[in-house]
T-cell receptor, first 113, second 115 residues
């Protein structure tokens, strides 16, 4: 199994509070991705990173920010959580952008009340 | 832009029966195609992929898929399912010239295998 750890695995929070989800990898892969999974939508890309301090937006980036200060860590922040951000969040890593395979973490379930 | 349609949201089937999970895609450019599987409370893992060459692709756990360019389909099949195949299956596409940041997933098909 690829060494990907997401934390926390479960979180319940209230509307308006900040939330940070962490993805930690031990594979030294260059590329890291944050997805959200919602019923009827599959997985949708929020943000991704192609190196330390290099990040870009995905399909559903509004309301989210990311940071990558080290190769192994990719943080997803909700500055002010809303109920529409209740979802399951997955981190994925890949060694290459075009070829190779994506490896997924086990997910972080976030509930915003 | 690309899009993916998984034609069945749920597929119930009895153990040892054959199964087909249907996937159609839309794209103005050539694409790579993928099937991922998600077991309960786990992340996704790659089942198989079509990059080029033979249109019949074999994956893990006895699954296979056939790429049909004229029908823009990439249906997943297994001749005899097991209880342990119960999971959600996602079809995904991305353009040849794009990276994984261009990967588009379908909505998923939940396969339920009954004894």
């Amino acid at each position: 199994d690829a060494g990907i750890t997401q934390s926390p695995r479960h979180k319940v929070t209230e509307t308006g509070t900040p939330v940070t989800l962490r993805c930690h990898q031990t594979e030294n892969h260059r590329y890291m991705y944050w997805y959200r999974q919602d019923p009827g939508h599959g997985l949708r890309l929020i943000h991704y990173s192609y190196g330390v301090k290099d990040t870009d937006k995905g399909e559903v980036s509004d309301g989210y920010s990311v940071s990558r200060s080290k190769t192994e860590d990719f943080l997803l922040t909700l500055e002010s959580a809303t109920s529409s951000q209740t979802s399951v969040y997955f981190c994925a890593i890949g060694e290459r952008s075009v070829t190779g395979e994506l490896f997924f973490g086990e997910g972080s379930r976030l509930t915003v009340l | 832009a690309q899009s993916v349609t998984q034609l069945d949201s749920q597929v119930p089937v009895f153990e040892e029966a054959p199964v087909e999970l249907r996937c159609n895609y839309s794209s103005s450019v050539s694409v790579y195609l993928f099937w991922y599987v998600q077991y309960p409370n786990q992340g996704l893992q790659l089942l198989l992929k079509y990059l080029s060459g033979s249109t019949l692709v074999k994956g893990i756990n006895g699954f296979e898929a056939e790429f049909n360019k004229s029908q823009t389909s990439f249906h997943l099949r297994k001749p005899s399912v097991h209880i342990s195949d119960t999971a959600e299956y996602f079809c995904a596409v991305r353009p040849l010239s794009g990276g994984y940041n261009k990967l588009i997933f379908g909505a998923g098909t939940r396969l339920a295998v009954h004894p």
